[in-house]
Each structure stands twice: as C-alpha cells, then as structure tokens.
C-alpha cells in the first residue's frame, strides 16, 4: 500500500474526528494513533483551513466531549504531578533563556523557542486527555491494534522504499527516515526499536485474536526498518530493552540468547559495516579511531560540559543550545546533557524523577496486574522506556511528535490499566467492555 494515496483522506478524516469526538472522545485517540507518526503526510495539509493543527484540533474535540460528558477529572491520573511540575519547570526555563539571552517574550508561536515548547508540553496533553477518553479494556487493545497497524504499514512504505536501492554495503546515501520525516533516519531507527520492543512486551496470554495475528507482521516490518535504519544508538538501545525483557520474562531469555547469537551471523552486511565503521582506520597510523560522525558528536558532548559547568543550577534556558554552539547546533546529540545545559540540575532532577515514574508505572502493572494482558501492557511500557532512556544517549529523540506520541498514549494507557486492575470488575470489562472508572454514587 501506498501511504501517499490516504493524503486526501486525513483533513476531512481529521473534522470528522473532532465532530465525532464530541460525543465519544476515544474516537479522537483513534484518530491520533492513525497519523501521528506520518509528519510528512500531515505536513501536506498546511494548504487547508487549520490543515497544520488537525493535531491540536482533535485534542480540542476530546477536551469539549470530556467536558460535555462529565469525565474531565483527573484526581485518578497517577503522572499528573510530575507532568505538571515538569511543564511548569520548562516553561519557567523558557523565560530563563529569554532573559538570559536578551531574547523577547516566549508567549508567540512566531517565537521557534516558544513553539518548540508548546510542542513538548502537547506530549502531556495528549497522555492526559487520552487516560480520560479510553475507559475499558477494550478500547485499550482497539488503541494497540491501530498502532500496530500504522507501525506496519509506515514500515511497508519504509521497505518499498529501500528495497529498490544497493544495500550490500553502507553509504551514508542510503540513509532514509520514511514518512517520518525532519526526525530523520535516526528518529525513525528509534520508532521502530520502541515499537518492537513493545510487541514483544506485549506477547503472552490475554491477546485478542486481532492483536495476534498483526503483532508477527508488524514485528517482522519494523525489524526491517530498524535494520537498515543504520542507527547503531538504536541498537544498542534496542538490545538493552530485550536484555531487560528476557530478565523479567525469564522464558524468553534462552530464545533472545539463541536470537542474539544467529544475528551476529546474519546480519546484513550493510549493518555490518555500518557498526564496523565506529572504528576506521587513522590516515597517518595502522590504529584505530572513532569514525568522524562519533568524534564530532563527542566535540559536542564537551561544548556542553564546559557549558554546564558554568551555569550549573538553572542551566542557559529553555531550547537555547543553538545560541551557545557556534555552528548553530541546535542538539547534543545526548538528551541528558541537553536538559542539564538548558534547564540546569533542578530541571535535570525533574526530568530524572519523570523517567522513573514512567518506569514505575509499567513495571507496577506488570508485577501487579492479575489480568494478562494488562501485566504485558505493562511490561511493553517499562522495556520500551529503558530502550527510549538508552537511545537518548546518543542524541534527542524525546522532542519529536512523530517518534514519541505512541510513548505518551502508551503511557495513558498503563495508567488506566493501573486504574481498572485495583477494582473488582477487572476481569470482566475485557469481554464486556465495562466503564473502567467508577459509577457515580446514586442518591
């Protein structure tokens, strides 16, 4: 399938979403589980009337039919704290670097400072009003087959793509981001190990038979994708997310053994020399050194340092790494060191503090769910996060709509099984699709 031939489909697609989310707001979840990643397909609506905020649009139409419905409470939602803190934080240090750098008021979308961080701040309002619009069990695995079937077929398009170029050896020519666009070929590598790893988080009992037959498929396309990706932080961070795998699904670890193994025999010999190339040979000695891209990002890892180093506490602001660099980098190319340059140690702590909660929250379901399916809703959370937590290591790839949506409505989605596994009427809302949040009391 040609994923340009539904271009016409997703503005008037995005209206009828929002008119029907008035009513039914996980409609609207539905919707953006559809087309988040496709940025370059959204990006070819700018031309229509509100065509570049179809996004904002429908989140507009599940916060009204949230409102409408009496379902806007969020005194259940276990990540609102510390979303809320590390939003207020951020924008606080957007003002910093306003300040520190002499820059105007960060309250215009005319600003790319403010812009920049209305579109991280969105990531919350979207795990947010998705906890509130999806509430059974049901719609939780509706949401999974979705993402499952858009992660397919962007890899399908991925595929026919590379499959008409020379791929028995590495060029840098051969690198492609797919319809994710701007997050370019290393943001797409990171899309692909999140989401395998969060297939096979997902592989147990308790699957429906829909959700079964797509997760082989769509494992096997996204493997493709993250191969020839040629992203060497996606696999390592891939790798640890199935090392955790296997140590918490200990009757996975012999096969991920025998897995790792063969591949270290089959791997294509593009990917091969792609891995073999972090290490080159010297012009002017037989020893070895790191390849040019690895020494450029290492030069940017010290610029940082000494950055942080003088403004420890509060960092330079808000987005401001551009400001600093004097080509005009605009990234690290390591996310950690980019939260502590830009929004000092507090803003590091929260960050950190945020990590662990979205961890937390996984491994809690897992260990404690009695209900199978949500226990490996919650063990595809907690490994897609340590693969996400390592990948960003080596650049940012927690900034981007198009790589990191799926992270937030996954994460929405493990707060409400979280939610449902605490009551009484867990083991039926599966079959029957009972309201997981709580009736009201009748007088």
């Known amino acids: 399938m040609n994923l340009q031939l539904i271009v016409p489909l997703l503005y008037p697609g995005a209206w009828l979403a929002f008119a029907l989310s008035l009513k039914r707001p996980e409609v609207g979840v539905y919707y953006l589980t559809l087309i988040l990643p496709l940025q370059t397909l959204r990006y070819r609506l700018q031309g229509y009337p509100l065509g570049g905020q179809i996004v904002d649009l429908v ?201 790792a193994v063969a591949g270290c025999f089959l791997l294509p010999s593009a990917v091969s020399d792609r891995i073999g190339a972090t290490y080159e040979e010297g012009t002017t000695t037989t020893e070895k050194t790191l390849d040019n891209s690895t020494m450029e990002r290492m030069a940017l890892w010290q610029i940082a340092i000494d950055v942080i180093k003088a403004h420890p506490l509060l960092g330079t602001g808000f987005n401001t790494f551009a400001s600093i660099h004097p080509l005009g980098f605009k990234d690290t190319h390591n996310l950690y060191l980019k939260v502590l340059l830009e929004q000092g140690a507090v803003g590091f702590v929260i960050f950190l503090l945020m990590l662990w909660k979205m961890i937390s929250q996984g491994y809690d379901l897992f260990r404690y769910s009695t209900d199978p399916f949500l226990a490996s809703l919650g063990l595809g959370l907690t490994v897609t996060i340590v693969g996400a937590v390592v990948m960003n290591v080596f650049g940012d790839r927690w900034s981007y709509l198009q790589v990191d949506g799926y992270l937030w409505i996954l994460l929405a989605l493990v707060c409400r099984g979280r939610l449902v596994s605490s009551e009484p009427q867990t083991q039926f809302a599966n079959e029957a699709a009972v309201p997981l949040h709580p009736a009201p009391a009748q007088a």
């Open 59 to 259: 989140l507009l139409g599940m916060l009204i039919g949230l409102w409408r419905n009496g379902r806007l409470e969020f005194s259940t939602f276990s990540m609102r704290g510390i979303l809320m803190l590390a939003t207020v934080y951020s924008y606080l240090s957007l003002w910093w670097g306003s300040y520190f750098f002499g820059y105007g008021m960060p309250i215009s979308l005319a600003d790319p400072r403010f812009a920049m961080w209305r579109e991280w701040a969105e990531f919350g309002v979207i795990c947010a009003l998705t906890f509130a619009a999806i509430t059974t069990v049901k719609q939780i695995e509706t949401v999974l087959f979705l993402m499952s079937m858009t992660a397919f077929l962007l890899s399908w398009d991925f595929f026919q793509t590379m499959s008409l170029r020379d791929v028995s050896h590495f060029s840098w020519e051969l690198r492609y981001s797919g319809v994710l666009g701007y997050a370019n070929a290393n943001g797409f590598a990171a899309f692909e190990a999140m989401f395998i790893l969060l297939l096979f988080g997902l592989i147990g009992s308790g699957l429906s038979t829909r959700l079964k037959l797509l997760i082989g498929p769509s494992a096997i396309a996204c493997g493709y994708g993250l191969l020839f990706a040629f992203s060497r932080g996606a696999y390592i961070g891939f790798a640890c997310g199935m090392i955790v795998l296997g140590a918490l699904r200990r009757r996975f670890f012999s096969v991920l053994v025998l897995a």
